[in-house]
Each structure stands twice: as C-alpha cells, then as structure tokens.
C-alpha cells in the first residue's frame, strides 16, 4: 500500500511550538518512526503552510497513493476548498488532528476536511497518525 501523509500550517513547529499540547518529539522524528513501523507501506510525506499546495498535492495524489493521511492543521476549520479537493480525488482520506479540538476554542468545533474525509482521527497525539495508517490498511 502506498499512502501520503499530507500535514498543513505550523505543523513543521511540532516539537517546538506548544510542547505542553503537541509535545516534544518533532514531526520528521516521527514520521521516519512510522516508515519503519509499517514496513510493508510505502509512505510518503510533506507538509506546507500554504492551502493551495495542499490542494495541489491532494490533486496529484491522484492513481500515485492508495490513501492519504491529512493533518490541515486550521485549514480543517476555514476551507471549502480544500474539503472539496478531498472529495474531488476519489481516494480514501483520513483528517487526523494531534490535540483534541473539541477540548479547545469554539471555532476548532467543526471541521470541513472532517465532512469529506472517510473517518477522522482527533486528539490521540502523534499516535493518530499510525492510528490513520492502520485504518486505511485494514478498510
């Protein structure tokens, strides 16, 4: 199985921004963590701060991945966009968010890539990334 782990704004900062909510270990640690756990996976990876790209990506996804893994970070909350991109590539997407956003400001409540995606992992750590390969292998 191939899968794309798409993560959108400020999430290059994990592991600096916020420890106390996203903790210490960085997004790249992690991620080289997860190549070696799923060994039988191809798994890409990229992240960007800038919608249009997300949205480029989920495009070029397209017959080269059999899943993606999308972290859009506050795009989740803002973009129609980008929700339409999701439902526009016909592939199996999974939201995943780090912290709990139903446990945070009001406007995180709802979630427009949540509506396309096919399942969506919240508030499980870095873990809801392997959470959202695990799903996507067994679906």
Do not use: W
């Amino acid at each position: 199985m191939k899968i794309l782990i798409l993560n959108g704004p400020n999430l290059n900062l994990i592991g600096k921004r916020e420890p106390e909510v996203y903790g210490n270990q960085s997004l790249d640690e992690f991620l080289q963590s997860m190549k070696k756990r799923f060994p039988d996976c191809v798994i890409d990876d990229f992240q960007t701060n800038h919608e249009g790209v997300l949205i480029d990506k989920l495009h070029e996804a397209m017959g080269k991945y059999d899943g993606v893994v999308m972290n859009p970070g506050g795009y989740a909350h803002t973009s129609i966009a980008l929700a339409d991109a999701v439902r526009a590539i016909g592939l199996p997407v999974v939201e995943v968010h780090i912290s709990n956003v139903y446990e945070r400001e009001a406007f995180r409540h709802h979630s427009y890539t949540a509506e396309a995606a096919v399942h969506s992992i919240v508030g499980h750590g870095l873990e809801g990334y392997a959470e959202a390969i695990l799903f996507l292998i067994t679906k």
